[in-house]
């Protein structure tokens, strides 16, 4: 499943940072094991010993302000929304730092929102959105409404009503 694969990638990443090693004969049950194992030390480690802010892009913020979401500006929010919601979010820091996305918090979920391109503007789309664990997701209803928060964001970008963004639904 999709999931699976997230959680995988994100292994490969953890190990690597670590430097440790995944062995592909490892059940699913381990791999996730080791996952949140890995997450949180990474978490300890780098991201709440050594709070900064983090480098965000000015449509993210403006999406903040716009919507009232909960951006996470700081490494160790990053490291306590991993905590609270049991997820390996913290180990986004560098897409952050780059550019490519932003987290939100918004009623008990964590939302990462991607930067994409539409006839040379930059826009915006729902990347993952799940709760605690990866295992709750947001209802319907809720989901709807921050797609339309997005939509609108973006039709103020393009002047386009309804852009049609692929939705990424996967776990964080």
Request: contains cysteine; aromatic residues 8%.
């Amino acid at each position: 499943s999709n999931t699976n694969c997230n959680i995988f990638h994100d292994s490969l990443k953890m190990a690597k940072t670590l430097n440790k090693k995944i062995n592909c004969s490892w059940s699913l049950r381990r791999l996730k094991e080791e996952h949140d194992k890995w997450a949180e030390e990474i978490t300890d480690i780098v991201f709440t010993d050594a709070n900064r802010e983090m480098d965000i892009c000015e449509e993210f913020k403006q999406f903040a302000k716009q919507t009232g979401y909960q951006l996470l500006t700081q490494t160790k929010e990053m490291a306590l929304e991993g905590k609270k919601m049991n997820h390996c979010v913290a180990t986004y820091v560098n897409q952050v730092d780059n550019g490519s996305c932003a987290i939100y918090h918004i009623a008990d979920y964590t939302l990462q929102i991607f930067i994409k391109w539409d006839d040379g503007k930059r826009i915006l789309s729902m990347g993952q959105f799940s709760g605690y664990g990866n295992n709750i997701l947001p209802s319907k209803e809720l989901r709807e409404k921050v797609q339309k928060q997005i939509n609108k964001f973006n039709e103020n970008i393009t002047g386009k009503k309804n852009i049609k963004v692929k939705e990424i639904n996967n776990t964080i």
